[in-house]
């Protein structure tokens, strides 16, 4: 089994959420509850918004969540004899608080997710091979790279502990408007500038070298975000942050948080494909809130339904959600950011050693292979998987084959598989549309695309993760409360974070 989530850092719970319960007893200054509200997807970041708005709002308001897929979005399983195994989304940090929060509050369990040695191939050697002895490790690690692995290390904390200033903001109730505030109010110009720069930049500048680099960093971004040291600053942290120790998942799939949230905010889930949005003409519907009608197909049938607010949760792009906004002024235009292909395989078989490594070698005792940016490989990397209800103990079947999952920009070719693999049992792909192709400098959409039309996944440009979205969820679900209330002074407050360091 593994820990209880809430378990390994007890002392950040202190800054947990303070959550009001269903029916926030109404203080002075609150207008009516809005009747009803729409999200669009039921993903990690709608599903998350529902829970957040029904705490806000109170148990009156009607929420529908709409979906065309399945709940959970990009985190998704696929089940391969008889196992599930994680096909989207899969390892959560343990500062990840939102997403610790909904394991405790939701009654679900987790599993510890690392384990299994490392190595980093250039398609013709292995530039870093794991130990399973730590000190090995270390003096490997001093051996090629000096103390830069540490400098690393410390240069990611500093930013996971400004990062972490959020949680503090959002338990205040504080919202932002834009992302672009958002983060200038963690950690001021230098933090936010991270989106204007490549992330290979920014560590050349602190001094970082050319060979650590390529060989530890660039194989991280590659098996993370599927990109090169080209993404900017902000997504090249929270991707070293995700190799860090201590990642775990949700026994059961990571999805069923998304259907647990949905359950607890007691929202209408509506399977169907939103269309369009329209602003409306007050005169149409007689009720100068119920300002946007949302048209969907459901099975062969359109429909269409008034909401005071919409949140959009979401990529906002033809190939992803191909949603039209009708009757804006200003119009809302489609927006064009380029969202990276990532095929994912599922592969049982016996891995070829030599692909990786031109020293022959019966069996090269790794369970991770990633691969280096000038690799003349086809993959991103290559590693055994276990199911979502095993704890990183994946066992090979009777003939020694285990479960692999490879990340390949392409669709690998059976000529290709043949050469990773000396046999396979099966190979069973699945493609996503996985998160935005950074290009800094970042220009992140709006939050507020109309009076109360909210886009949550505006916050992808700085970072796409499980936690982005759930920050990116109670940022929304506070900021169309305090909007509604008009309470303006709960909104893009600047030097929060002295402001609260006094307070505590
Ligand atoms: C292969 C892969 C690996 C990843 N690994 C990790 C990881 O290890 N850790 C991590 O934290 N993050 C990881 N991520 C990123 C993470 O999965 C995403 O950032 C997160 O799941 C996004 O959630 P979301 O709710 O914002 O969007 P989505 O999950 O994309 O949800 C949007 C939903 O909206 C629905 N929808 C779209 N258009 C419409 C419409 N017109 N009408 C109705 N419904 C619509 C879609 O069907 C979808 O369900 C990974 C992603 C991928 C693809
Ligand atoms: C980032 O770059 C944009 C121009 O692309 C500029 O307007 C902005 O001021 C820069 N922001 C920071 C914090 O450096
Ligand atoms: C987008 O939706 C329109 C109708 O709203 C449809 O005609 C078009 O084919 C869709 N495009 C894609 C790429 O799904
Ligand atoms: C394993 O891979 C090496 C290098 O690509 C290749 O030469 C060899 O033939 C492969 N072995 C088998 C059994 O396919």
Avoid at 56 to 66: E, N, P, S, T, Y
Avoid at 257 to 284: D, F, H, P, W
């Amino acid at each position: 089994m593994g820990r209880a989530a809430g378990e390994l850092t007890p002392s950040l719970l202190g800054l947990g959420l303070l959550l009001c319960s269903w029916a926030c007893p109404g203080g002075a200054g609150l207008r009516a509850p809005p009747d009803r509200i729409a999200i669009i997807g039921a993903g990690i970041g709608g599903t998350s918004a529902a829970y957040y708005l029904r705490q806000k709002f109170g148990k009156d308001v009607k929420i529908d969540l709409f979906e065309r897929g399945e709940v959970g979005g990009r985190l998704a399983t696929i089940t391969l004899q008889g196992q599930e195994y994680e096909a989207g989304g899969s390892v959560i940090h343990p500062l990840n608080l939102h997403m610790k929060r909904f394991v405790k509050d939701l009654g679900l369990s987790t599993l510890q997710s690392s384990g299994g040695l490392i190595g980093v191939s250039n398609g013709d050697t292995l530039v870093f091979e794991e130990s399973s002895w730590f000190i090995i490790n270390i003096i490997k690690l001093i051996w090629q790279y000096g103390f830069q692995p540490l400098r690393m290390h410390m240069w990611v904390e500093d930013v996971l502990d400004k990062f972490m200033r959020i949680y503090r903001y959002q338990s205040h109730d504080y919202a932002f408007s834009s992302v672009e505030n958002l983060l200038h109010s963690l950690g001021g110009d230098d933090f936010l500038g991270m989106l204007n720069r490549t992330f290979l930049e920014t560590l050349q500048k602190a001094g970082f070298s050319e060979k650590f680099l390529d060989e530890m960093i660039a194989p991280i971004n590659r098996v993370n975000y599927g990109q090169s040291m080209d993404i900017n600053g902000f997504v090249g942290a929270v991707s070293l942050a995700g190799a860090d120790s201590g990642l775990w998942a949700i026994e059961g799939g990571n999805k069923l948080v998304c259907s647990r949230l949905l359950q607890a905010s007691k929202s209408n889930l509506i399977s169907g494909s939103v269309m369009y949005i329209e602003k409306t003409r007050t005169k149409q519907t007689g009720n100068p809130t119920k300002m946007y009608q949302v048209v969907y197909q459901t099975g062969s049938e359109t429909r269409s339904d008034f909401y005071d607010i919409v949140l959009v949760a979401t990529p906002l792009n033809r190939k992803m959600s191909n949603i039209t906004f009708l009757n804006f002024d200003p119009p809302i235009e489609e927006f064009h950011q380029h969202y990276q292909q990532i095929v994912a395989t599922f592969i049982k078989g016996k891995l070829n050693s030599s692909s990786f490594n031109s020293r022959a070698l019966d069996e090269l005792g790794l369970s991770t292979i990633l691969t280096t940016d000038n690799s003349h490989l086809f993959i991103n990397s290559i590693g055994i998987v276990s199911s979502v209800r095993e704890n990183n103990n994946a066992q090979p079947s009777t003939d020694g084959a285990f479960v692999w999952k490879a990340f390949s920009p392409e669709t690998l070719t059976k000529e290709q598989l043949l050469k990773l693999f000396l046999s396979y049992e099966y190979a069973v792909k699945q493609h996503w549309h996985a998160y935005p192709h950074y290009k800094p400098p970042e220009k992140c959409s709006s939050i507020i695309l109309h009076d109360r039309l909210y886009y949550l996944n505006a916050m992808e440009c700085a970072a796409s993760a499980m936690e982005m979205s759930a920050i990116a969820a109670h940022n929304a679900a506070l900021l169309a409360y305090h909007r509604w209330n008009g309470h303006t002074d709960m909104i893009d407050q600047e030097d929060l974070y002295e402001k609260l360091k006094t307070e505590l």
